[in-house]
Nanobody, 128 residues
Framework: EVQLVESGGGLVQAGGSLRLSCASS????????IGWFRQAPGREREAISC????????YYTNSVKGRFTITSDNAKNTVYLQMNSLKPEDTAVYYC?????????????????????WGKGTLVTVSS
């Protein structure tokens, strides 16, 4: 059974930073696109960023461009999300997900129906 395990969430003040990790048990890691999604209370799930692990192509939603950075350590089967300049509106449960790379990172992020595996999430709380 494939597992995705997120870690690194917590409470941080506005303007601060956190680094989220998504460790996977995927056997052929570089066949996958890994994405970060978030869901705030009362709101729909939102795609944040995705990375195609084979060529490290990335995608970011506009609200996090310039503040968040997604990277992949293919040797460790782990994807990271470095979050800087955090804002209270970034408060949410952050999930990572994996899907076989069948489209661009942007397309997969924007239409994540192909994300076959999901983690249980990690809570990020940004205080004002």
């Amino acid at each position: 059974e494939v597992q995705l395990v997120e870690s690194g969430g917590g409470l941080v003040q506005a303007g601060g930073s956190l680094r989220l990790s998504c460790a996977s048990s995927l056997h052929t890691f570089t066949d996958y696109t890994i994405g970060w999604f978030r869901q705030a209370p009362g709101r729909e799930r939102e795609a944040i960023s995705c990375i195609t692990t084979s060529d490290l192509t990335t995608y970011y939603t506009n609200s996090v461009k310039g503040r968040f950075t997604i990277t992949s350590d293919n040797a460790k089967n782990t994807v990271y999300l470095q979050m800087n300049s955090l804002k209270p509106e970034d408060t949410a449960v952050y999930y990572c997900a994996a899907g076989v790379t069948i489209a661009t990172a942007r397309n997969i992020c924007e239409s994540p129906v192909g994300m076959d595996h999901w983690g249980k999430g990690t809570l990020v709380t940004v205080s004002s």
